[in-house]
C-alpha cells in the first residue's frame, strides 16, 4: 500500500517514529482526525449495502451536539434512537488520549463555570456528579476536584513569570490604564440590557439582545473596536488576540467585535475570582462520558455517513464500516444531522449551506510526556502556561487536578490554533509538513519558557484538527448566512456549534438539546 505524505500528516493513521534532539531519542506520534476516510467521500467509492437496521430517530455525528441529542432523548425516555459516528469514539473535538503516565486532551478542556440562567447545563452537570447540590443562598456546590486548582494561569513575560495572565507588575503606567479601562467597560456591559430587555451577551448566544446599535459591532473586527475607544497598550492587543485565538480559532483582526466582546461579558463569573472553570486530565472528554452514559449501546463508531436519501415520510442513510468493509443502510422516521454543515451539504440531497460565508480554524495539539515537570523559581507551575507573544497558546499540565501534582511525570499539552495564514493555507502547510517540523517548533516553545526541557520530553504525541471550530468572523453571528443554519422541518434538525458561530460547548450542548426535543414534538413516535 502506498502512502502519500498528506495521508500521512493529516489522515487518521498513527506512525509512530523515534527521532533525535541533542543526546535524547523520543517517540513521535502524528495522527488526526480521520480526514483520510472523510476525503473518501469524494470518490464515493463503496460496496453496495450488504445489512439494513431501522430506528425511528438516527442522529449523525458524535461530537458534543450529537452526543447531546442523545443524553436529550434518553432523558426524556425515549430509547428508540442511534447515534452513528465516523471515529472508533464519541467526543468530536472534546477526544482525549491516554499513555501509561496521564489521560490528555485532543482539543477542548475545559469548562467555564455555567451562569445562573443556564439551567439545563447546571442540570446535566447535577446528573454528571460534577455539581453536587446548592448552598443556602442558591449557589452551585461543584466537587472540589472538578474546579481548577490554584494556580490556575501565569503568564511568561519578559523572561520572568507571573501570575494570571496580565503582567502587571512589569507594564508601564500607561498600559495599566488601557486594560484597566477595558475591563470597567466589560464590567459595565455584563448586565447591561438592550432595549427588548435581553442581555446584551448571553449564552447560548441566540438569547442575546438584538439590539440594533450593539448587533453593529458584528460588522467591524475586534481590534478595529478596541482601537477605536483609545485603547492602544501593546500588552492589551497581545491579551485580547490570544483570547481570541483561544476560543475562536482566530486572531482579533479576523474576529468581530461583537464576538470578541462576548468572549468577556457573556459569563458571570470573572477570571482572577478565584476558580472559574472545571476541568479533568482528559479535558472535556469527561463530559462526553456523561452525555453518552446511558447511550453507549445505541452508538455505532466507525462509520462513515456518505448517503441520505428521503424515503416517503423518513429517511434513508447509508454509512460504510472501514473495519469491516461493508455498507450498512439504516431506515429512520427523523434525523439529527450533527455534522459540521459543510460535511451536511455533501450528504443531504436539494439541500444548500452557505458554506462560502463559514470559515473554519485548523489546530495542532501537541501532547508532551516529561519525565517531571519543569521547574520555575520564584513561581508555581500553574494548570495553564501561556508564554508572551507565541504563536501557541502554552501548555495545560494533565496532572495539575491530582493531590500529587508535582511529583513524578506528567503530560503537557500545547495549544497550536494554526491561525496566522488564511485557513485554507494553513491546512495546506499542516499538510506539508512533518513530524520532526512539529517537534522542532514545540520544542522552541518550551525551550523559551524552560531551558533543557527537552532533555526530559520522552515522547511527543500530535494532534491535527483541519476544521478544529468555526470562526466568527465579521459579518457572520447575526448575518442572513448563520440566519440560513437554522432551517429544519418536522423529522429533519441540525445540531452543532457552527450554528451559533462561535465552537463552546455550551453552544454544542443547547444545539443538540434543542434539536432532540424538536424532533420529539414535531413527531408523533408510536
Not at 490556575?152 to 507594564?171: H, M, P, Q
Not at 517531571?372 to 500553574?382: R, V
Amino acid at each position: 500500500m502506498s502512502i502519500n505524505r498528506r495521508d500521512l500528516l493529516i489522515g487518521g493513521m498513527a506512525l509512530p517514529m523515534m527521532m533525535g534532539c541533542g543526546e535524547r531519542k523520543r517517540e513521535l506520534r502524528l495522527t488526526g482526525d480521520d480526514s483520510a476516510h472523510g476525503h473518501r467521500l469524494r470518490t464515493m467509492d463503496f460496496p453496495a449495502a450488504s445489512d439494513s437496521e431501522r430506528c425511528k430517530v438516527l442522529i449523525l455525528g458524535g461530537g458534543v451536539a450529537g452526543c447531546t441529542a442523545a443524553y436529550t432523548l434518553k432523558k426524556q425516555g425515549f430509547g428508540d434512537y442511534r447515534l452513528l459516528e465516523m471515529g472508533g469514539e464519541a467526543g468530536g473535538n472534546a477526544r482525549s488520549g491516554k499513555n501509561s503516565v496521564s489521560d490528555y486532551p485532543l482539543g477542548a478542556h475545559y469548562l467555564p463555570l455555567p451562569n445562573a440562567e443556564e439551567k439545563d447545563l447546571l442540570e446535566f452537570l447535577q446528573d454528571a456528579g460534577a455539581l453536587q447540590g446548592w448552598t443556602a443562598r442558591g449557589e452551585p456546590r461543584y466537587r472540589d476536584e472538578f474546579l481548577c486548582h490554584d494556580p490556575e494561569d501565569r503568564v511568561f513575560y519578559e523572561g520572568r513569570w507571573f501570575e494570571g495572565l496580565i503582567a502587571w507588575k512589569a507594564l508601564a503606567p500607561h498600559e495599566v490604564d488601557d486594560i484597566r479601562a477595558f475591563f470597567r467597560f466589560i464590567s459595565s456591559v455584563r448586565q447591561k440590557k438592550g432595549q427588548d430587555g435581553r442581555r446584551l451577551f448571553a449564552i447560548p448566544l441566540d438569547r442575546s439582545s438584538r439590539d440594533s446599535e450593539w448587533l453593529k459591532l458584528d460588522l467591524m473586527t475586534f481590534a478595529e473596536f478596541v482601537r477605536g475607544q483609545g485603547w492602544h497598550s501593546p500588552y492589551l492587543a497581545w491579551y485580547l488576540d490570544y483570547c481570541c485565538r483561544d476560543d475562536y480559532g482566530a486572531g482579533w483582526q479576523d474576529v468581530s467585535a461583537w464576538a470578541g466582546l462576548h468572549y468577556f461579558a457573556a459569563r458571570d463569573a470573572e477570571r482572577g475570582e478565584g476558580a472559574t472553570i472545571l476541568t479533568w486530565p482528559e479535558g472535556n472528554a469527561w463530559l462526553i462520558r456523561q452525555l453518552m452514559k446511558r447511550s453507549q449501546d445505541r452508538m455505532i463508531g466507525d462509520t462513515l455517513i456518505f448517503r441520505i436519501e428521503r424515503s416517503g415520510q423518513g429517511f434513508v442513510v447509508e454509512g460504510w464500516q472501514s473495519h469491516k468493509d461493508r455498507t450498512v443502510r439504516w431506515e429512520a422516521e427523523s434525523l439529527i444531522v450533527a455534522l459540521p454543515r459543510f460535511v451536511a451539504q455533501r450528504l443531504l440531497p436539494g439541500y444548500a449551506a452557505p458554506v462560502g460565508a463559514m470559515s473554519y480554524a485548523p489546530w495542532m495539539v501537541a501532547n508532551c510526556t516529561v519525565d517531571a515537570l519543569p521547574q520555575s523559581p520564584g513561581s508555581a507551575l500553574a494548570w495553564d502556561n501561556v508564554p508572551f507573544g507565541s504563536a501557541s497558546l502554552g501548555y495545560v499540565v494533565a496532572t495539575h487536578q491530582k493531590v500529587q501534582r508535582y511529583e513524578g511525570a506528567s503530560v503537557l499539552s500545547s495549544y497550536w490554533p494554526l491561525a496566522a495564514q488564511k485557513p485554507e493555507v494553513a491546512r495546506m502547510m499542516a499538510g506539508l509538513r512533518q513530524c520532526h517540523d512539529w517537534e522542532r517548533m514545540v520544542l522552541a516553545d518550551l525551550e523559551s519558557m524552560h531551558p533543557g526541557i527537552s532533555a526530559s520530553i520522552g515522547s511527543m504525541d500530535f494532534w491535527l484538527w483541519g476544521h478544529g471550530m468555526i470562526q466568527p468572523r465579521p459579518g457572520f453571528i447575526w448575518g442572513k448566512a448563520r440566519a440560513r443554519l437554522q432551517e429544519r422541518s418536522s423529522n429533519l434538525a441540525f445540531a452543532h456549534s457552527d450554528m451559533s458561530g462561535i465552537s463552546i460547548f455550551e453552544e454544542a450542548f443547547a444545539r443538540g438539546r434543542e434539536a432532540a426535543l424538536h424532533i420529539l414534538q414535531g413527531r408523533r413516535f408510536g
